[in-house]
């Protein structure tokens, strides 16, 4: 039996840090599936100036094939999700409503024909920006991917606006349990934040496979 986690919320919010440093090490029998944008960045790298909406297109596919062979390869065991379908929708919502309904309807078929597995949790990744911008995250801000998709200086805004954006995707999965975890954007918050998920996942998933480290980390390469 396969739990399907996956770990959603604004850019810069410490996902990948969190699975890299929190749960991919320290949990048996969990494999990871990185981050699709990136992957896509990487293969596609003239749709970041040039063709936006393409970009997160290409990212809708690529996630749903990636999860699609991972389910298939894993079996049995968990599945962290390094954003998912819903962050790819949330963000086609705020950027293009047109390619959205597209995107979206194709989901809705690959969950209703069964070609794709619903996630057992979201996790979603909040943060508190009552203090502003704190040097953690102008840190992470500092990134390429993030300058050419997000409006970087008006971070507090894309904050309000994904979170928005992804109460109103996920509202329309009624089976979807999202688990919001909302932290001050500094190392003690982020690595509070990253200790509960990591006992969330520990004690209330039951681990019953221990996979291979080569299956673990095969998405973490070049391999799709």
């Known amino acids: 039996m396969i739990q399907k986690v996956c770990i959603s919320g604004p850019a810069a919010s410490g996902k990948t840090h969190c699975i890299e440093n929190y749960l991919d090490s320290q949990i048996q029998g969990l494999s990871v599936l990185s981050e699709s944008s990136r992957k896509v960045a990487e293969m596609y790298p003239d749709m970041l100036t040039e063709n936006i909406s393409r ?25 962290v999700c390094d954003r998912g379908v819903f962050d790819n929708l949330a963000f086609l919502l705020l950027q ?13 078929n690959a969950y209703k024909n069964k070609s ?23 840190k ?20 309000i606006d994904f979170r928005n954006a992804f109460i109103e995707v996920t509202s329309y999965f009624k089976d979807i349990k999202v688990i919001p975890f909302v932290a ?19 004690y209330n998933i039951n ?18």
């Open 96 to 108: 293009d409503k047109n390619q959205f309904h597209k995107e979206f309807t194709i989901l809705l």
């Open 140 to 159: 992470s801000l500092n990134d390429t991917l993030r300058k050419a998709t997000i409006d970087v200086n008006n971070y507090e805004k894309h904050v």
């Open 55 to 79: 970009f997160r297109e290409k990212i809708c596919e690529f996630q749903i094939q990636r999860e699609n062979i991972v389910e298939n390869l894993v079996g049995d065991g968990i599945i």
């Open 116 to 138: 794709l597995k619903l996630y057992d949790f979201v996790f979603y990744f909040d943060i508190d920006m009552l203090n502003g911008i704190t040097p953690l995250l102008d």
């Open 184 to 202: 001050k954007p500094d190392e003690e918050g982020f690595n509070l934040r990253n200790s509960l998920v990591k006992d969330y996942i520990s």
């Open 207 to 224: 681990l019953t496979v221990h996979l291979s480290d080569k299956l673990r980390y095969i998405f973490r390469g070049q391999n799709l």
